[in-house]
């Protein structure tokens, strides 16, 4: 059995004030939770703010991003080694907005892909189309060239060393939110690429929803065969609505 993860993505949101507010609600909020990992994505830097308010709790921590280089000059760039000097556990790969607004293709992901790995930190994969695509009916030929690219550069065997998040473009932050059953179609989709190279592992790796995921919707999402969390935006910074997801899954686990 898959565990569920529920990683709440800040973006660029967040103060010193506000932050300790939300993580302590958080913290207090999980306490108890069982068969589900928790996990908050915050601006860089946060990071030892949430560091010190999650540590010894339920709620592991990571970044949004990470530079595909080990170190060297690169202005502005910060290295999973740093990340893990923080303690961070997950760092997101490929989200949609540094894919759209950042130009990073592919090749990028798939590289800081595996500099992830390299440090010992866990990779959320995001993938995902934009409505145009998925009007085109292309959904299945962007989301596996996606998550090829990494497969090849990394190996599949590395995927059982991260997670994947399916993020319908047209679904973050426009209040439309892919039904139950669409977004499964997508999730069995990769499940069923990874199968075609490791049958096994395409059995263990946890393949996330991230679109719009809120608690009015977030139990019918994780009732899904193949939906095994939730990437949460704009909700992860409600404490009420980020704990009542988590909550949701623990619900819909075992």
């Known amino acids: 059995?898959?565990?569920?993860?529920?990683?709440?993505?800040w973006k660029m949101h967040g103060s010193l004030p506000e932050n300790a507010t939300l993580l302590n609600a958080v913290r207090a909020g999980t306490v108890g939770l069982r068969g589900v990992q928790v996990a908050l994505c915050v601006p860089f830097p946060y990071l030892f703010q949430a560091q010190q308010a999650l540590a010894g709790s339920h709620v592991a921590w990571g970044a949004q991003n990470v530079s595909q280089h080990i170190k060297?000059?690169?202005?502005?760039?910060?290295?999973?080694?740093?990340?893990?000097d923080f303690g961070c556990t997950y760092v997101l790969v490929g989200h949609s907005e540094r894919r759209t607004l950042f130009g990073e293709d592919d090749g990028?992901?798939?590289?800081?892909?595996?500099?992830?790995?390299?440090?010992?930190?866990?990779?959320?994969?995001?993938?995902?189309?934009?409505l145009q695509q998925r009007e085109a009916d292309a959904t299945q030929s962007v989301v596996?060239?996606?998550l090829t690219a990494v497969i090849e550069a990394c190996g599949v065997a590395a995927l059982g060393r991260g997670a994947v998040a399916y993020e319908p473009v047209w679904a973050i932050g426009t209040g439309r939110t892919a039904t139950p059953e669409q977004a499964q179609a997508v999730h069995a989709f990769l499940r069923g690429c990874i199968a075609g190279r490791d049958p096994l592992l395409a059995q263990q790796?946890?393949?996330?929803?991230?679109?719009?995921?809120?608690?009015a919707n977030a139990e019918d999402l994780f009732?899904?065969?193949d939906i095994d969390g939730s990437l949460v935006g704009g909700a992860a910074l409600v404490?009420?609505?980020?704990?009542?997801?988590c909550r949701s899954a623990e619900r819909t686990t075992g």
């Not at 565990?3 to 993505?9: E, F, H, R, S």
């Not at 790796?205 to 608690?215: C, D, H, M, N, T």
């Open 1 to 9: 059995m898959r565990a569920k993860l529920v990683a709440g993505n």
């Open 205 to 215: 790796v946890r393949i996330l929803y991230g679109g719009s995921v809120k608690a």
């Open 239 to 245: 404490s009420e609505e980020f704990v009542a997801i």
């Open 144 to 146: 596996r060239a996606q």
């Open 108 to 130: 990028l992901v798939a590289a800081k892909f595996a500099a992830a790995l390299k440090a010992d930190l866990t990779p959320v994969l995001c993938v995902g189309e934009t």
């Open 223 to 225: 009732a899904m065969p």
């Open 72 to 84: 060297g000059a690169y202005t502005g760039e910060v290295s999973a080694a740093m990340l893990r």
